[in-house]
């Protein structure tokens, strides 16, 4: 049995530790929950709500992760966790992201049933669990799409950052497979 990877999952107030925690420890990583971004270890952030609150409680942390990321220390980014990557958001405003992948998460179309909640399947055929009311068209660092209303990123990496849209910790095998691949790809 391969040694757990160690990565930091961090805790800023807005994201659903627990399961992400469970469903990490399942794909082989050793988990730190912690609020501070100085581990060394590769980061998942999570969350759940609204982009400009998450901005205000990264607080300090929202410079530190750009650092740390441009610095090529892994980062993984899951729903708004996935958002934040970008370089900004117009959900209830303008405000401005991580600024680590280009592009802008914009609200899915008036047309369509919001939020975006449920299975889905992507452009890369996976069947994962969508809860979400505001997206990124797909840009030059997309990995796989989803169909709601038109087309949106579910999956993106630019370099040691990447994201996914959907809840791979709700997502039971197909989820549990994304992560454990994201795992395995660590350094140890």
């Known amino acids: 049995m391969a040694e757990p990877r160690p990565v930091l999952l961090l805790d800023y107030g ?8 469970r469903a ?23 969350g759940v709500g609204a982009f400009g609150a998450a901005v205000d409680k990264l607080g300090a942390r929202f410079g530190e992760l750009q ?3 441009r610095a090529g220390r892994p980062l993984l980014g899951i729903c708004l966790g996935m958002q934040l990557l970008f370089d900004q958001s117009h959900e209830h405003g303008v405000h401005r992201g991580l600024g680590l992948v280009p592009g802008t998460v914009e609200a899915l179309p008036k ?37 709601h209303g038109g087309r949106w990123t579910a999956a993106v990496r630019k370099d040691s950052v990447a ?17 454990r691949g994201w795992v395995a790809g660590l350094p140890t």
């Open 111 to 147: 047309d369509v049933v919001v939020p975006h909640m449920g299975w889905a399947a992507t452009s890369g055929g996976d069947v994962v669990y969508f809860c979400h009311s505001f997206g990124v068209r797909p840009g030059p660092h997309t990995t796989s799409t989803v169909e």
């Open 163 to 179: 994201g996914f849209q959907f809840h791979p910790e709700k997502s039971g095998a197909t989820g549990l497979s994304l992560l």
């Open 14 to 21: 807005v994201g659903n530790l627990a399961s992400v925690q």
């Open 24 to 46: 990490l420890e399942h794909a082989g990583a050793r988990v730190t929950v912690s609020a501070d971004v100085d581990d060394r270890s590769p980061i998942l952030l999570p």
């Open 67 to 69: 650092q740390v990321a």
